[in-house]
């Protein structure tokens, strides 16, 4: 496509629609740069619509180069209704008769059967189906399809597949089924709040706790420097401390100067019986040589 249209416009860029919305690439649509290519990866019912790639020639001039239609059906139910509900289906084909100007056909089949067909009208102006009150036999596939109506042209005998919807039509609830939902969002909620109440009471009372023990410290505090019996009491047994003190060191100079004393005592005798028996030595040497003499 992209060559196509580089040859011919060489300046146009080109933008992909689906019904008529712009399709940004996201991961599971994806626009192939070389060639210009739409490529949808894990498709689902909510792709289904019709596809157009449009160029854009001048500011305000686009033209529509390519149209596809997609419809994708699902293995499980798309809309769950309740018997006697109403409920509405998307034809998906609007931007269908904003591209051809001759008029279009919409018809609606419900598992393979025409079920309503809008001659004298124009996709433009139904864009939905609505069933008032649904039957069980509502259940099944729902497919509208898009055609061209009393026109000579190429598009004359095309018809689009627009849209294919699951519809499952359930028997209405019971009161008790009805309730659990209320029930199970009213009890979820009664936890939350018990468990938000719980932590706040804890919170508290950590506080209070702590709040009390500081009030009984202060006060305790208050009242020791406050009461003069205490006061005394804790002079009294200062100054005793203080005087047992003076008095053990009063006891260790006495001890001291009692063992000095001694000491030098000690010392004295030591020395006069030393001095006692160096004199009686040098005599008795005296005596022995004046005996010598005599002899001699």
């Known amino acids: 496509m992209k060559n196509a249209i580089d040859s011919r416009y060489p300046k146009a860029k080109a933008t992909w629609l689906l019904n008529g919305e712009v399709i940004y690439a996201d991961g599971k649509k994806e626009i192939i740069k070389d060639n210009q290519d739409l490529q949808i990866i894990n498709a689902v019912p909510k792709d289904s619509g019709v596809y ?23 293995d499980i139910p798309d809309l769950i209704v309740e018997v006697g509900r109403p409920f509405h289906l998307l034809c998906n084909g609007i931007l269908l008769s904003r591209i051809f100007p001759s008029k279009l056909v919409q018809k609606w089949f419900h598992n393979s059967t025409l079920y309503k067909e809008f001659k004298d009208s124009n996709p433009r102006d139904e864009k939905e189906l609505n069933v008032k009150s649904s039957n069980y036999s509502d259940s099944g596939i729902w497919l509208c399809k898009i055609s061209e109506l009393g026109s000579k042209s190429i598009w004359s005998s095309r018809e689009w597949v627009t849209n294919v919807v699951r519809v499952q039509v359930r028997p209405p609830l019971t009161l008790i089924m009805r309730l659990i939902p209320f029930a199970i969002g009213s009890a979820v909620g009664l936890v939350l709040i018990t468990m938000i109440g719980l932590i706040y009471f804890i919170k508290a009372k950590i506080a209070l706790r702590r709040k009390g023990k500081a009030k009984i410290k202060k006060k305790k505090s208050a009242k020791t420097s406050k009461d003069p019996k205490q006061s005394k009491a804790k002079k009294k047994s200062e100054g005793k401390a203080g005087k047992d003190s003076k008095k053990s060191e009063d006891k260790k100079d006495k001890d001291s100067k009692k063992s000095k004393g001694k000491k030098d005592k000690d010392s004295k005798k030591s020395k006069g019986k030393k001095d006692k028996d160096s004199k009686k030595s040098k005599g008795n040497k005296d005596k022995d040589s004046k005996k010598s003499r005599k002899k001699k």
Do not use: R
């Not at 157009?52 to 699902?74: A, D, F, G």
């Open 52 to 74: 157009t790639c449009v160029i854009q020639l001048e500011p305000k001039s686009t033209t529509t180069v390519s149209l596809s239609t997609l419809t994708v059906q699902n």
